[in-house]
């Protein structure tokens, strides 16, 4: 298993529709075209030997992994006793409108002495289920409705040959100052010339950078903000917003287990938290566009935990057999089951993220906010039962303290912005269900025992989801009840300032194995300890969390128990903690009192907060 790089050696790189995963060798080992979630043409990172890979790369060299600054354009550095020559891969940016024709651009050059290049392209669609030709030509090679074009200075053949195994192969020598590349194609066979691929190279570039200049953060952390901000825009599908929680299936939470998920999908949760992030950074259209995404969910009815990323709900899960998993992590599955389940916090999630829009002046239309009411007043007939809670478990139902916060958040937002508005609703009602959900909490979720706010009712498992109460302002950070909560946790599920989830061995979630600690889960403790008056604390958690990000800064899920990243990668979840801790630990650290989560700007100018109409 040791063929299998780690996790963390990649990165990213995406056109806004969908995105591939490069390792530090030069190895495309996970790419789906024309969608995120569409099945795999490279998956060698599930299955070196069926899953398809497109590898670029010098024997024998030392390799350095880097973006271009301010872009998402990677660069692949070789070093060897003869020379220096580079990688450079990169996707031009689709328009918003969806697309079956992508781009991935993969430029060669030599930078120093003489470089011996091979190149290898074996695709494997439909997770390696579905056979293909190879057709060799003059200006290139075609994989039925893939096309690899070669790109050169000059016209001529190329040294190009079948492997046998339904890819090709070819063996490139080039000196200091020569450079050349291919480019794959879905929906076209156009030959591409070597000026014309370096136009592509200086739109992408101006792009990225024009889109980072957008950001207002110019905190103590704007590096590693800024590559966190990047790397969401590469997981949101430009025509309709939606953000993916991660754009791989089935990397582990524990190497050869069976905690396999697929998460190429949008998750009401995951993305209404980036409209917090969005929002602290200034990036208020794709805020925008979000909030019009879940409009249209919320217009539907009670909501879902996760659809595609065009807003349907199919997600059967499905386990690919014939695939042995990452370091023989199996079963690997595309879907995902969890899709069926009754999650209650996400109506808190979606009305904190409506309530932060409205009050920075992205209000709710008249239909908007019809459909609001609709949905608040579903919750306050249904949010006293039990659910699947925030992680997903597949142990059964639970009364989970969680669901019960966030749905107090759902009626407590709600009444906020009826009453700052001005808007029609049965605020009598809600305001007693929200009540209701208080005292709930504060008696059946308190543990004398631990000390401490549990996981669900009738247990004494601590849950670092608790580390949201006082983020929501259900607690106040100085309650008594909320600092013995919090000791109680740096006793039990921090390590080293890393943050469990919870211990499964205490509260079965129905799954075998272990997994890391939580990477959100870390980044809202840093939140927990700044507002709880401990900013030394917090701000060492921050700091030594960000040691842990890959080389280019990126995370995964999970940190496992010797810092390597576990779970799919990268992960949405971890890069939005990242931004919002960052940007409300600055502020603290600057003085600021700690009221909200992100300091509030006026909306735009000449914009006297008309409305985003959502549904």
């Known amino acids: 298993m040791d063929v299998y790089p780690a996790i963390e050696r990649h990165g990213i790189i995406g056109d806004l529709q969908t995105a591939a995963l490069v390792a530090d060798d030069g190895t495309i080992d996970w790419y789906c075209s024309p ?14 030997e069926r899953g398809g890979f497109f590898r670029i790369t010098v ?39 969806p697309s079956d024709r992508h781009l991935l651009v993969r ?30 030509t003059e200006n290139g090679v075609g994989f039925g409705g893939t096309f690899l074009s070669v790109v050169r200075r000059e016209p001529g053949h190329a040294d190009v040959v079948a492997d046998g195994k339904g890819g090709v192969r070819a063996v490139v020598e080039a000196s200091a100052g020569q450079s050349g590349g291919v480019v794959l194609q879905t929906g076209s066979s156009d030959p591409w010339s070597l000026d014309a691929v370096m136009r592509l190279f200086d739109e992408t570039r101006d792009f990225w950078r024009g889109w980072i200049g957008r950001s207002s953060y110019r905190g103590r952390w704007r590096e590693m903000v800024e590559r966190a901000a990047m790397t969401l825009k590469l997981m949101t599908y430009a025509p309709t917003g939606a953000l993916v929680a991660a754009p791989t299936a089935g990397l582990p939470e524990q190497v050869g287990g069976e905690r396999n998920w697929d998460y190429r999908f949008t998750w009401i949760r995951d993305a209404s938290f980036s409209v917090h992030a969005l929002l602290g950074l200034g990036f208020e259209e794709e805020a925008e566009a979000f909030l019009r995404w879940l409009g249209d969910r919320v217009h539907e009815g009670p909501l879902r935990i996760m659809y595609r990323i065009d807003g349907s709900s199919d997600l059967e899960e499905e386990t690919l057999g014939h695939l042995e998993g990452y370091r023989g992590s199996a079963p690997v599955r595309v879907g995902n089951g969890a899709a069926g389940q009754s999650q209650l916090d996400i109506y808190g999630e979606a009305l904190d993220s409506i309530c932060l829009a409205d009050e920075r002046g992205l209000r709710l239309g008249y239909e908007g906010w019809a459909s609001v009411r609709s949905l608040v007043d579903w919750l306050c007939g249904h949010w006293d039962r039990r659910d699947a809670g ?33 808007l029609p609703g049965d605020l009598a009602t809600w305001t007693r269900e929200r009540d209701a959900i208080y005292q709930q909490v504060m008696e059946r979720g308190w543990s004398e025992k631990r000390g401490a706010f549990v996981q669900h009712y009738g247990g004494e498992v601590l849950d670092a989801s608790l580390l949201y109460m006082p983020l929501v302002g259900f607690v106040a950070p100085n309650d008594p009840r909320w600092l013995s909560t919090l000791r109680a946790m740096d006793r039990e599920l921090v390590s080293d300032s890393l943050v469990y989830r919870y211990d ?7 799954l075998r194995g272990s997994e890391g600690t939580f990477s959100m889960c870390t980044f809202w403790y840093v939140e927990a300890l700044a507002r709880s008056g401990r900013l030394d604390d917090a701000r060492l958690t921050f700091e030594k969390m960000l040691t842990y990000a890959n080389h280019l800064g990126l995370y995964s899920e999970e940190i496992g128990p010797t810092g390597e990243q576990l779970g799919n990668f990268p992960q949405a979840f971890s890069h939005l903690a990242l931004i919002t801790a960052a940007v409300n630990l600055d502020r603290r650290l600057d003085g600021g009192r700690g009221e909200g989560d992100i300091p509030r700007r006026r909306h735009r100018s000449g914009d006297p907060g008309g409305g985003v109409p959502l549904a």
Request: with cysteine; hydrophobic share 40%; glycine share 12%.
């Open 35 to 48: 969608r995120f979630d569409s099945p795999s043409m490279f998956a060698s990172l599930l299955d070196r």
């Open 59 to 97: 024997e024998g060299s030392t390799t350095r992994q880097l973006y271009l600054p301010g872009t998402a354009i990677l660069i692949t550095r070789f070093m060897t006793g003869e020379g220096v020559g580079e990688v450079i891969d990169f996707m031009p940016v689709r328009g918003g409108r």
């Open 107 to 136: 430029l060669v050059r030599v930078v120093r002495g003489r470089m011996r290049f091979v190149v290898e392209c074996r695709p494997a669609f439909d997770y390696g289920r579905e056979e293909h030709k190879v057709e060799i």
């Open 390 to 422: 925030l992680w997903e478990t597949r142990g059964g139902p639970q009364d989970f303290v969680y669901g019960r916060l966030m749905s107090w958040v759902a009626l407590d937002r709600a009444v906020r912005i009826a009453r700052r508005r001005g």
């Open 504 to 510: 499964p061995g205490a509260s079965p979630d129905g």
